[in-house]
């Protein structure tokens, strides 16, 4: 409940009435630059909040790959997803599928 005269505290729901921020080349540039330098560092989730941010497709595909290695297949198909990186996508979800389909098969 608010307070009357307090103003509305920022949340986790977006509403649509939050204005996107358009960056210019050489701040998205600068921006990707330094999300580089995080994922080298293996600060792997200031990365990819950098890489979102910029929609930056290379760095998104490699936050993937990361994922995937670590056996997180949700985060991974997120991320190919934003990318879009439809193969790398594709790949697990037939893997996922062959999985499913032998489960289905045993009992």
């Known amino acids: 409940m608010q307070m009357p005269g307090k103003s509305k505290p920022a949340g ?7 204005k996107k921020q358009v960056l210019s080349s050489s701040q998205r540039s600068a921006l990707i630059r330094r999300g580089n330098e995080f994922f080298n560092r293996g600060e792997y989730e200031t990365a990819k909040k950098i890489f979102v941010t910029t929609s930056y497709s290379d760095g998104l595909i490699r936050m993937g790959d990361y994922y995937k290695k670590k056996g997180n297949t949700i985060e991974a198909l997120k991320m190919y997803r934003m990318a879009p990186a439809k193969e790398k996508f594709d790949q697990i979800l037939e893997q996922t599928a062959a999985i499913l389909s032998r489960w289905l098969e045993e009992e």
């Open 12 to 18: 986790f729901l977006k509403t649509g009435s939050e």
